[in-house]
């Protein structure tokens, strides 16, 4: 069974940073890819951003394009999620979620950007 843990949300003011975490119970380089999602409050879940190797570049929703970053740890089995100059319409609840011939989901970590 494939574990992940989201940590590193908050509350943080527009124009802030946050960095979330995601610790996977696996070894990372066996899945296909990872990836952090977020819902806002009375939305639909939307893909933040996706990672699929350690050479392949990062790709991201336009939205946040330029002020998020994802990177990975493979010693430690982690993903992190960078995030600069956080707006209002970044509130909600992060996901990071991970894929071999199954998908797995963290609980999701709460991210809140006050203006």
């Known amino acids: 069974q494939v574990h992940l843990v989201e940590s590193g949300g908050g509350l943080v003011q527009a124009g802030g940073s946050l960095t979330l975490s995601c610790v996977v119970s696996?070894?990372?380089?066996?899945?296909?890819?990872m990836a952090w999602h977020r819902q806002a409050p009375e939305k639909q879940r939307e893909l933040v951003g996706v990672?699929?190797?350690?050479?392949?570049?990062?790709d991201y929703v336009d939205s946040v394009k330029g002020r998020f970053s994802i990177s990975r740890d493979d010693k430690k089995n982690t993903i992190y999620l960078s995030m600069n100059n956080l707006k209002p319409e970044d509130t909600g609840i992060y996901y990071c979620?991970?894929?071999?011939?199954?998908?797995?989901w963290g609980q999701g970590t709460q991210v809140t950007v006050s203006s």
């Open positions: 979620q991970g894929w071999d011939k199954q998908i797995y």
């Open positions: 990672i699929t190797s350690p050479t392949i570049t990062p």
């Open positions: 696996v070894n990372i380089t066996n899945l296909y890819g």
